[in-house]
């Protein structure tokens, strides 16, 4: 059997973990984090990743555990009510296929459908990939050393592999000039159940999403030449207070509670673009590949795109790499791209660099008042323009 290591046990990774495993490969997880991880910021899902959640048998499950949003409302600074659309224009306009999940929540589904027939290991790493063209010889962090046919990086935006086989981050990473923390409080007041209320000025975003259980999940998105993000947790809260003192709504309030939060994520907003994903016998997935960003509220789903190509293409190729990741590439770089540039002139309505692109933001907001225009606005984008291959066969591999 083929012996597949993925690196990294977020999105992408399980899934093609998933998919492998049915094509009669042997694939085998290694991921950072003792546990998997829980909490987190909230995902928008949707389009042809959506559909590989189906695929897999996973989508009812992935609404069942989804938010279904009722109202989307953008506020002043003492908190008056700006403007409001309802959400649930993306969900009609994808036929029910449109769901806000924690991420946590959504790879924790993706991960159940393993089914326990996948050997994880959590709380390891890679230290050293050695590619003799035969083979990869994998030497962990914990100083295990394994052999594996191909290995395949999953890791997240700032991913290891990548740089053990293709070179340093800065070769690839495109920092868009926004910060963004995300981190969750519990019993904190006012709530708006089901319903983001977000607080928009020059230079950044503040968010406040009610969730399940009295927690209130916050997001900031700021303005910032990279500086926050390269500190410590205490460090980047503090360079916060400071960015965003003098601002109005409840930022005061959500700021001087930011320390007992529960779960603290903060880093640069950034896209990788690479010339290319794979290199002998090792091949980058999901946002170590192509990080298109939150701005593009869909890197999840690519994510899962990405997994259920790779998969259905080393099926076809009956287990030739080098024909199946030409084929990957091929398919997906394009694609990928376009999501991308798609994503970066999103950025102002993140954190607008000016009164102009303030006013632009809010302007377009009002308009998704009216259910024509959003439809006209909204319906292709929400359309993803790639057709998905056949999945791999469960007996292809196995033949091989
Ligand atoms: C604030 C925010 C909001 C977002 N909103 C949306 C949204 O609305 N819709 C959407 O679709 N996407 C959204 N995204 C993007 C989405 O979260 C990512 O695109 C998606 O999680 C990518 O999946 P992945 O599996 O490639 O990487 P990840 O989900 O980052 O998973 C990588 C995994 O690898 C592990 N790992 C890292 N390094 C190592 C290592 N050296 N060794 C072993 N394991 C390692 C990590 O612990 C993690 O489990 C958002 C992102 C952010 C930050």
């Not at 969900?91 to 999940?101: A, E, L, P």
């Not at 779960?263 to 290319?276: A, E, G």
């Not at 990405?306 to 770089?333: I, K, P, S, T, W």
């Not at 102002?348 to 303030?358: D, E, H, S, V």
Request: proline content about 5%.
């Amino acid at each position: 059997m083929i012996k597949v290591l993925i690196v990294g046990a977020g999105i992408a990774g399980p899934t093609l973990a998933y998919w492998l495993q049915r094509a009669g490969y042997e694939p085998t997880l290694v991921e950072r984090s003792p546990e998997p991880r829980r909490g987190g910021y909230i995902v928008d899902f949707w389009g042809a990743g959506f559909d590989v959640a189906d695929r897999m048998g996973i989508a009812a499950e992935v609404i069942r555990r989804g938010y279904h949003m009722r109202e989307v409302r953008q506020v002043g600074d003492d908190g008056h009510r700006i403007t409001a659309f309802d959400p649930e224009l993306f969900v009609r306009s994808t036929s029910g296929r449109y769901v806000s999940i924690p991420r946590s929540e959504l790879a924790a589904t993706i991960y159940d459908a393993l089914g326990g027939r996948v050997e994880t290991i959590f709380g390891d790493s890679v230290r050293a990939l050695d590619d003799d063209d035969a083979r990869v010889r994998v030497t962990f962090e914990s100083g295990t050393v394994r052999d594996f046919d191909l290995v395949v990086g999953a890791d997240g935006l700032h991913s290891q592999v990548r740089r053990l086989v293709f070179g340093p981050d800065a070769q690839f990473e495109k920092y868009l000039g926004i910060t963004v923390a995300a981190f969750d409080l519990p019993g904190y007041r006012p709530r708006n159940e089901l319903g983001p209320v977000m607080y928009t000025n020059v230079g950044y975003q503040v968010t406040r999403l009610s969730l399940h259980d009295d927690v209130t999940m916050f997001l900031f998105t700021v303005a910032d030449d990279g500086s926050i993000a390269a500190h410590d947790a205490e460090a980047q809260q503090a360079a916060l207070r400071a960015r965003l003192a003098g601002a109005g709504w409840e930022t005061p309030r959500i700021l001087e509670r930011m320390g007992d939060a529960q779960t603290f994520y903060c880093d640069r907003v950034s896209q990788i673009q690479m010339p290319s994903w794979t290199r002998g016998r090792v091949a980058l997935l999901g946002d170590a590949a192509a990080c298109v960003s939150l701005l593009a509220g869909q890197g999840s789903a690519l994510a899962m795109v990405e997994a259920y190509v790779l998969a259905a293409d080393l099926a076809r190729a009956h287990g030739n790499h080098v024909q199946a990741f030409a084929r990957y590439e091929h398919l997906l770089m394009p694609f990928l791209r376009s999501k991308q540039k798609a994503a970066i002139r999103l950025a102002p309505a993140f954190a607008p660099r000016n009164r102009t692109q303030l006013f632009v933001r809010n302007s377009v907001m009002k308009l998704f008042n009216l259910p024509f225009v959003a439809k006209l606005a909204m319906g292709n984008s929400l359309r993803d323009a790639i057709e998905l291959p056949a999945p791999a066969a469960p007996a292809a591999a196995a033949a091989a």
